[in-house]
């Protein structure tokens, strides 16, 4: 097995590039300084959304169809990759905290996939500031009065479980 290489993967940087091909624009291994000085450097960081996109190696993050447990130095193998998980649950925690949106995605995920995924996310966030005047259909911010669109107010029956 290589070493491990815990930048530019395959998988990410297809991911990447695919990306790029998009029109999108993010940063690579950005480091991110948290609460606590805990440093997280997401694989894909798109700054102004705060989305942050890690991009997990089957074998170094557990994966659950290919991360089984290597037979041989398991002694070795299991508290070190045990390790990785836990550190990744509280990196994930931390940004969360820290307002961000993770995205994990495991490197056996076909590219399609990865980028519909990735793409949901930025669509679900808003950046922050005026949206880029070139982009219309980008309508960030409060939903404008005379939209008419939409039907107003939308409220489900209120449950009111206080009823016994
Ligand atoms: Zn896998």
Known sequence: ???????????ELALRHALHRLGYRYRKDYRLDLDGGRRVRPDIAFTARKVAVF?????????????SNPRANEWYWGPKLIKNV????????A????GWTVVRLWEHVPIDEAVGTVV?????TVAPGPAKA???????????PSDGTEPPNRIPPATDDSLG
């Open 86 to 93: 836990e550190r990744d649950r509280v990196n994930d925690a």
């Open 134 to 144: 070139a982009d219309p259909g980008n309508a960030a911010g409060p939903v404008s």
């Open 55 to 67: 991009v997990d190696g089957c074998f170094w993050h557990a994966c659950p169809e290919h991360g």
């Open 95 to 98: 940004l969360i905290l820290a």
């Open 1 to 11: 097995m290589r070493a491990n290489r815990r930048t530019d993967t395959k998988p």
């Open 120 to 124: 949901t996310a930025l669509t679900a």
